[in-house]
């Protein structure tokens, strides 16, 4: 097969943006430094360092270049996110009492909780600090905005995550907050560093928030049918960490009184056993929850590419046009 039949389009995004890229890997690799404290640039590099694709700021990147930026800022705003999501990272696994991310053992594992919160506390004043350089007001607002919304959506899934009355509207609310409000900033900010018409702004804001929802339906999917090598993280970790993700909900309001008593006992008791996995992935299929979540994963997608419509033709749009339907194509 061609080599350019066979690229993804992740590879492709890489391969036209890598110069800013690596320019973005250089200013991240400064500023994690630290001369008083090196757990910080130690406990940072293994996670920034662990190969993690870089999605969101390379959507940062390919948004300021969709609009002709051609100032040195978008580097800065790539920077400042990839260091927003790598601080949410560090906390999350704290609070999930993770022990594996991107295919290794956890920071806080390795070393300690305490550090884990640390070293995210700093990565977030790092966030803030190149923000700040690139003198736009509006680039604070959605940032300093995408911030405090994650940080709603952590808590609100907290009190979610296990109550089996969280529903579909609930789960999209903290799917919007821990997932898609970085995606949808990271492209938007793209826009207006490049001080794009207000349409081109909106319809890159409408792609993030659309592809950030479909990648997260994607992720909810693949820990229950995915490989560990592939999810990066143990299969039927939200299950094991009690998380009311997508397919559960929708299998949950189709259950029968029996069945509602399994998902109150694993979920909201926290009562596990062996063979409650299999159980779980039974009902899954038995009620077609997977097969609608997947629908419903694709729909989101559609909306992401649908929104670039707007947008000057080229390269790059075709990119992320491409992007949308291959976040999703892992669950196909």
């Known amino acids: 097969m061609d080599a350019a039949i066979a690229q993804t389009p992740m590879d492709r995004l890489m391969d036209a943006l890598a110069p800013e890229m690596e320019a973005v890997n250089t200013l991240i690799r400064e500023r994690m430094a630290s001369r008083h404290a090196p757990r910080i640039p130690e406990v940072t590099a293994h996670l920034v360092e662990a190969g993690g694709k870089r999605l969101r ?86 940032l300093s905005g995408a911030s405090a919304t994650i940080s709603e959506g ?97 299998a949950v309001s189709k259950a029968d009184a029996k069945e509602r008593g399994f998902w109150e006992r694993v979920i909201e008791k926290g009562d596990q056993r062996d063979g409650d996995l299999e159980e779980a992935l039974r009902l899954l299929q038995h009620h077609g929850a997977m097969d609608e979540a997947r629908r419903d994963a694709l729909g989101w997608a559609s909306r992401a590419r649908a929104a670039l419509a707007p947008l000057p033709e080229g390269p790059l749009r075709e990119t992320l046009d491409d992007l949308a339907e291959f976040v999703v194509a892992r669950i196909a």
């Open 154 to 250: 952590e808590v609100l899934q907290l009190s979610a995550a296990q109550d089996l009355r969280t529903d579909e509207e609930i789960y999209l609310q903290v799917v919007r907050g821990k997932t898609a409000a970085l995606f949808s900033a990271a492209t938007e900010v793209g826009a207006v560093i490049a001080s794009a018409p207000e349409d081109h702004v909106r319809a890159l804001f409408d792609y993030g928030d659309a592809l950030g929802i479909a990648f997260q339906i994607a992720d909810d999917l693949l820990d229950y049918g995915g490989k560990a090598a592939v999810i990066g993280k143990n299969v039927g970790d939200d299950f094991r960490e009690r998380k009311l993700t997508l397919p559960v909900i929708k």
């Open 57 to 142: 700021p390379l959507l940062t990147l390919a948004a300021a270049k969709i609009c002709g930026y051609s100032g040195p800022y978008h580097i800065h705003l790539a920077a400042t996110v990839e260091f927003i999501h790598t601080a949410t990272l560090l906390h999350d696994d704290v609070v999930d009492e993770s022990q594996q991310r991107r295919g290794r053992p956890t920071a806080n594992l390795l070393w300690d909780n305490k550090s884990s919160v640390l070293v995210g506390d700093y990565l977030l004043a790092r966030a803030f600090q190149l923000m700040t350089d690139t003198g736009v007001m509006r680039v604070l607002k959605i």
